[in-house]
C-alpha cells in the first residue's frame, strides 16, 4: 500500500473585467496547475443539444442557424422579467458537475484552479479551499476590455461586484499591471504559500 495521495489545493480565481484573469490562468496552467474556465464550460454547454433545446424553446431568437447567439440570449435574458434567473438555473446546475469531475481528476498538480468570472456574486467561494482575484488599474482594464470590444469596464450592468471588493473578499489579491512574467512571478508565490508549489 503507497501513501495515500496528498490533497490537491482546490483555487477559485476571479477578476473584473479586463484584469487578466484568462492570462492568470493561463500562467497558473504554465506553473504545472490544473486549469478550467467556467466561461469555456458555458460555451461548450451552449453547442450541447440539451442547452440548445430548452434555450431555444423559452428565447426562440437566439437561437440562429442552430447555434446560440450569446448577444441576442443576454438582451433576452436580460430583458425579460426572471430570465437571468431562468437561465443561471438551467446553466449553473450543470457548469457544477463540470467543475466537481474536474476536480476528481485532478491528482498530482500543484493545483486546481477554477476561473469564476461571478465567483463571490454566486455564492461559489465556499467550494474553494482558496481564493485569488486578480486586479488591475482602471485604465488598464479599460484599454484590455475595449481591444475585446467590451464598451465599458464599468461593471457589468451592475451584476459583478468592484474589483476592489472582489480583492477584499479574496484570500489573495494578485495585481496585473505588468508583464505576463511578473504575473507569473505573482501567482508562484501564492502557489508556494498555499503549499502547491
Known amino acids: 500500500m503507497g501513501e495515500p495521495a496528498a490533497r490537491v489545493p482546490f483555487i477559485g480565481l476571479t ?4 484584469a487578466g484573469k484568462s492570462t492568470a490562468l493561463a500562467c497558473l496552467e504554465k ?5 478550467l474556465s467556467t466561461d469555456a464550460v458555458v460555451h461548450e454547454l451552449y ?11 423559452r428565447f426562440p431568437g437566439a437561437v440562429k442557424d442552430g447555434q446560440v447567439d450569446r448577444g441576442s440570449l443576454a438582451v433576452s435574458a436580460f430583458g425579460e422579467e ?17 467543475v466537481a469531475s474536474f476536480r476528481a481528476s485532478a491528482h498530482g498538480v500543484p493545483a486546481a484552479v477554477v476561473e469564476v468570472p461571478l465567483l463571490f ?3 461559489m467561494e465556499e467550494v474553494f479551499d482558496h481564493t485569488i482575484a486578480v486586479v488591475a488599474e482602471e485604465s488598464t482594464r479599460a484599454e484590455r476590455a475595449a481591444a475585446r470590444g467590451h464598451e465599458a ?13 472582489k480583492s477584499h473578499r479574496a484570500d ?7 508583464t505576463r512574467e511578473e504575473l507569473k512571478a505573482e501567482l508562484a508565490k501564492v502557489l508556494e504559500s498555499i503549499g502547491g508549489g
Not at 477578476?15 to 479586463?18: A, Q, S, T, V
Not at 506553473?31 to 486549469?35: F, Q
Not at 438551467?90 to 457548469?95: N, R
Not at 469596464?153 to 471588493?165: F, H, I, T, Y
Open 172 to 178: 489573495f489579491t494578485v495585481r496585473n499591471d505588468g
Open 15 to 18: 477578476g473584473g473585467l479586463g
Open 31 to 35: 506553473l504545472g496547475a490544473a486549469t
Open 121 to 123: 456574486e454566486s455564492g
Open 82 to 98: 426572471g430570465g437571468r434567473e431562468w437561465l443561471e438555473g438551467l446553466l449553473w446546475p450543470l457548469v457544477g458537475e463540470r
Open 153 to 165: 469596464v464599468e461593471e457589468r450592468a451592475g451584476r459583478q461586484l468592484s474589483q476592489e471588493e
Open 47 to 57: 453547442a450541447s443539444d440539451e442547452v440548445l433545446s430548452e434555450v431555444a424553446k
